[in-house]
C-alpha cells in the first residue's frame, strides 16, 4: 500500500521568510495529493491541492509542486506570517479514493 | 451551512463502557470516513464507506465498529472503551465520484478520554 514520508517534522522561521515542506510517496498510481493545515485544537483544512496532471499550483502565497518521477511533491509558503504557524499534513491517494497521510510538520513562524 | 457534525465534541468515561461517536454531514456526500489522530500527530484511517450499506476497514486496526443506514450519518462504536482508545476521532467525508479523489472535508472532531 501507499506509504508517505513527510520532512522536516519541526520547521521555525523568521516572519517573512519562506518555508518548504515535502514529501515523497511510494505507490506510483497516486494521483491527488492535497496539503491540509491543522491550527491546535481544530479540525484539518485543506490549504491547496494538486493532481497528477500538472506539475505546479500556486494560490497566493502558498505553492505545491508534484514531481511524478521522483514521487515527491512539496509545499513552499512566501512571506510566511505569524497565523501560518500550524501543523501541516500531506496526503497522497492510495486505492479508491482513499487518502494517507504524512506524519505532519509543525511549523513556527515568529514575529 | 453545509458542514460536518460531531458530537460529543469531548467525552470522558471509564473503562468498560460502551459508546457512540456521532457524526452527520449535510454536504451531500456519499463517501464518509472516521480517522483516528493523536494531539499534532499523523492521521490513521480506521473506516470508511463509499454509500448506505457500505462500510469497509481502514489502514488502522481499530476495535471500533461502524454503519450506514443513512447517507448524511455514519456512527462509530465502541462495545468496550479501554484506555489504549484514548485519542481524537475526526469524521470526514467527500464527494463521490469517479476519476481522482475529491477534496475530503473534516468534521470538528470528538476527544475520547478513557480512564
Known amino acids: 500500500g501507499e506509504n508517505v514520508e513527510q520532512h522536516p517534522s519541526t520547521l521555525s522561521v523568521q516572519e517573512g521568510d519562506s518555508a518548504v515542506i515535502k514529501c515523497t510517496y511510494s505507490?506510483?498510481?497516486?494521483?491527488?495529493f492535497p496539503w491540509y493545515k491543522q491550527e491546535l485544537g481544530k479540525r484539518p483544512q485543506l490549504i491547496i491541492d494538486i493532481r497528477s496532471n500538472v506539475g505546479e499550483k500556486k494560490d497566493q502565497r502558498i505553492a505545491v509542486t508534484l514531481n511524478k518521477t521522483a514521487k515527491h511533491f512539496s509545499l513552499h509558503i512566501t512571506e510566511t506570517q505569524p497565523e501560518d504557524s500550524a501543523v501541516y499534513f500531506c496526503?497522497?491517494?492510495?486505492?479508491?479514493?482513499?487518502?494517507?497521510f504524512g506524519t505532519g510538520t509543525r511549523l513556527l513562524v515568529s514575529p | 451551512e453545509a458542514d460536518i457534525y460531531q458530537t460529543p465534541r469531548y467525552l470522558v468515561i471509564g473503562t468498560g463502557k460502551k459508546i457512540t461517536l456521532e457524526c452527520s454531514q449535510t454536504?451531500?456526500?456519499?463517501?464518509m470516513y472516521w480517522y483516528q489522530q493523536d494531539p499534532g500527530m499523523e492521521l490513521h484511517l480506521i473506516h470508511y464507506?463509499?454509500?448506505?450499506?457500505?462500510?469497509e476497514k481502514g489502514d488502522l486496526s481499530s476495535e471500533s465498529t461502524v454503519s450506514r443506514i443513512r447517507t448524511e450519518h455514519f456512527p462509530l462504536t465502541l462495545e468496550s472503551a479501554r484506555p489504549s482508545h484514548t485519542s481524537q476521532y475526526l469524521c470526514a467525508s467527500s464527494e463521490k465520484r469517479q476519476g481522482p479523489t475529491d477534496t475530503q472535508y473534516f468534521g470538528p472532531g470528538t476527544r475520547l478520554t478513557v480512564l
Open positions: 505507490d506510483s498510481a497516486s494521483n491527488y
Open positions: 454536504m451531500g456526500h456519499d463517501k
Open positions: 496526503a497522497a491517494t492510495s486505492g479508491f479514493q482513499k487518502l494517507v
Open positions: 464507506s463509499y454509500g448506505v450499506n457500505s462500510t
